[in-house]
């Protein structure tokens, strides 16, 4: 099951061969978590409210490869988030989107933060 995911994170057949060992064995140690949360008869409760009153700008990223079932997550929490909260898609990159398109994301992510996510 571990193994499964990692090839959907990270959007490829190869992706678990690819991983350093260190990276296999943290998604090994916390496969347990993995396990309980997809045999859930449901997502945890997204607490809404919470999220629609923070007094900060938000900015979510997710990459552009990311799978359907992965997405259905940000779009609720887009939902709740208040106004003015921002999405950006990752270029070239899949729901695990650091390592693949690090680049892209940090610019984004230095001009939320230079701007404190306004209009960016």
């Given amino acids: 099951a571990t193994v499964q995911l990692v090839k959907a ?3 490829h057949a190869a992706a ?4 350093a060992p260190e990276a296999q064995q943290r998604f090994l140690d916390n496969q347990g978590a993995w396990i309980a949360l997809a045999r859930a008869p449901q997502l ?6 919470a999220l629609g009153s923070l007094p900060m700008p938000v900015l979510v990223i997710e990459g552009a490869n990311t799978v359907p079932g992965f997405r259905v997550t940000n ?3 887009m939902q709740c988030l208040p106004p003015g909260a921002q999405r950006y898609v990752v270029p070239d ?3 695990l989107w650091y390592p693949a398109n690090p680049g892209a994301a940090s610019r984004r992510l230095l001009e939320f933060i230079s ?3 306004a209009g960016a």
């Fill in 9 to 11: 994170v990270f959007g």
């Fill in 16 to 19: 678990w061969d690819q991983l």
């Fill in 44 to 49: 945890p409760p997204t607490p809404c409210d």
């Fill in 75 to 77: 779009d609720r929490l």
């Fill in 93 to 95: 990159a899949p729901h």
């Fill in 115 to 117: 701007g404190a996510g």
